[in-house]
């Protein structure tokens, strides 16, 4: 085994001096930051205001589209001042928050609920100076030094149409066609209602008849004939972008519930004390200690952590495998394995390219860990709340054992099955073949891992469990949720199994292959080569 280590210190050392290896263990944590930063940056910096036209013909109903639009901005007002304070508290403020105590719940679905309750309830934040008083209020809880708030600007905001397009007396008499038809090119970004030339994004024209023009529920409702361009029309090319449309949509919801309300005469302060009435519902874990099981935002976190370490698994078996591969059929073309095979046997070569590639492979986890932990302490706090959770799982949780044993088992499925590929292969191009079947197979544990983090003890985790080359991804992402003792065992036992013939497999494939130029063997010579006895090799 000695020409197997020596082997394996050379292979370490030639893939640790490339500078692609380096690249790849700094660009990690450039990658984690920026995947956590630029969200926010484009969330706060690029998004530009969007501009959106509207044409009211009710006289009514104009009104209810602007406080709404104007509610969305004081949601994101209440949300940015919440995180700015908490970026920004004494120490005697954030030292008190606790995950574990946190309901299992973002700050964006709780300011969600309390609009969906009441939504009048930021409306004093749109009042004149409302912003700075409340600032001012919360000095007395913040740092000395703090910087100051920085108001988040309008997602949108209305523009008026130009009189040379359309005239203030045409307004109230145009139908919709033709509001669209002159506002068309504007809507396609042909051309610019502003002097910033700031694209326009929506156009919302309600037409007269608008509030005529309700859905019923019901068999009332099935039997009803209405016509969509006599209802509120909202035009817009950006598909993706529903914010607007869908706050515009339950606002006039809202209003035409708040007049049904009033036409049977019914009290409109009771009826909002009624839809602000919430069933207390919290969620419990039977798993958890007693007085404990309450379900918090750690946990929820703690639930999902596994799918990074799934995809990050996945990553570095995929990497390393290839430079066994390409490390393979490199030195092959290049006649160095016959000057290894002068000292050293195929099974000596064989054990000492997957030793010294498995080094790598630990050597780029670890590098990908300690990086994750660093960035996560830097970021740890509550402005990036689960951030500080999620350092918290790596380090107690027992998931970085599990994670270099399964990262190990499966470099060790899959680098078996590679090997035998670049000894049958003289050229990275005669290697395509065989590599797309091997990806199509390495991608299942990818499209899969979603819905086995959603139903971790279901069948499909458990069909998964145990097929052997899926073992380490799924199992992996099972740790949080206690799977059964004869799944982890069972799925052990039969994962070893596999990797011993699978390594044994491709002991035989690689010694009659390594060799080979040309033309890769025979299915018979390679049949027969497996049934030779292990002493005649």
């Known amino acids: ?49 969007r501009n959106y036209i509207l044409v009211d013909q009710t006289h009514e109903l104009g009104d209810v589209v602007k406080l709404a639009v104007d509610r969305q901005y004081a949601a ?34 709780m300011m969600s609920d309390l609009l969906e309750s009441d939504p009048s309830a930021l409306d004093a934040l749109n009042e004149p100076g409302a912003i700075e008083s409340a600032i001012a209020m919360m000095q007395l809880g913040l740092q000395e030094g703090s910087p100051e708030f920085e108001k988040p600007r309008r997602p949108f905001t209305e523009v008026e149409i130009p009189s040379s397009i359309i005239g203030d007396d045409e307004l109230s008499i145009l139908n919709s066609d ?38 019923r529920g019901g068999v009332e409702g099935l039997a009803q004939q209405l016509n969509e361009k006599d209802g509120v029309q909202f035009w817009a090319k950006n598909l993706a972008d529903i914010s607007l449309s869908r706050a515009i949509a339950g606002a006039l919801n809202e209003h035409l519930r708040t007049n049904e309300y009033k036409r049977l005469g019914v009290d409109e302060d009771i009826v909002s004390q009624v839809k602000s009435s919430q069933m207390l519902f919290t969620s419990f874990d039977p798993s958890k200690d007693a007085g404990e099981e309450k379900v918090s935002m750690a946990d929820t ?21 290839n430079m066994l591969l390409n490390n393979t059929i490199e030195e092959k073309s290049n006649r160095i394995i016959e000057v290894l095979l002068s000292s050293a046997t195929p099974w000596e070569i064989m054990c000492g390219k997957l030793l010294g590639i498995a080094g790598i492979g630990m050597t780029m986890m670890l590098g990908w860990i300690l990086s994750m932990v660093a960035v996560l302490m830097y970021m740890a706090g509550p402005q990036v709340e689960w951030a500080m959770t999620l350092l918290e799982v790596i380090k107690s949780s027992g998931l970085l054992p599990l994670f270099g044993l399964y990262f190990l088992c499966g470099y060790l499925t899959y680098a078996g099955v590679f090997l035998a590929i670049g000894s049958l292969c003289s050229t990275i191009k005669e290697s395509q073949n065989f590599m797309g079947t091997a990806t199509v197979i390495l991608m299942v544990p990818l499209m899969t891992m979603v ?68 033309q890769p063997p025979k299915i018979v010579e390679l049949f027969k080569s497996l049934t030779t006895s292990l002493k005649n090799q």
């Open 76 to 109: 994101k007002v209440a949300e940015s001042m919440s995180s700015y304070f908490m970026a920004n508290a004494k120490g005697s403020v954030t030292k008190e928050m606790d995950l574990e105590s946190m309901p299992a719940s973002s700050l964006d679905s």
């Open 451 to 518: 819905f086995v983090a959603r139903d971790p003890n279901g069948m499909l985790a458990q069909v998964l469990t145990w097929i052997p080359l899926y073992t380490p991804f799924v199992m992996m992402n099972r740790a949080a949720a206690d799977p059964p003792a004869f799944d982890m065992y069972g799925s052990a036992i039969l994962m070893l199994v596999t990797i011993i013939t699978m390594l044994w497999v491709s002991s035989r494939i690689f010694r009659i292959g390594i060799l080979r130029t040309g």
């Open 1 to 49: 085994m000695n020409n197997s280590f020596i082997i394996a210190g050379r292979e370490y050392a030639d893939n640790a001096r490339t500078k692609g290896f380096w690249i790849n263990l700094l660009m990690f944590p450039i990658i984690l930051i920026a995947s956590i930063k630029i969200p926010q940056l484009l969330e706060e910096k690029a998004m530009p205001t």
């Open 178 to 215: 033709e509001i669209v038809s002159r506002l068309r090119p504007y809507l396609l970004g042909d051309g610019y209602l502003t002097a910033d030339e700031n694209e326009l994004f929506a156009l919302i024209i309600i037409p007269p008849d608008a509030t005529q023009q309700v859905k």
């Open 301 to 321: 976190i703690r639930q999902f952590a596994p799918l990074g370490f799934v995809y990050l698994m996945w990553i570095a078996i995929f990497t390393v495998v």
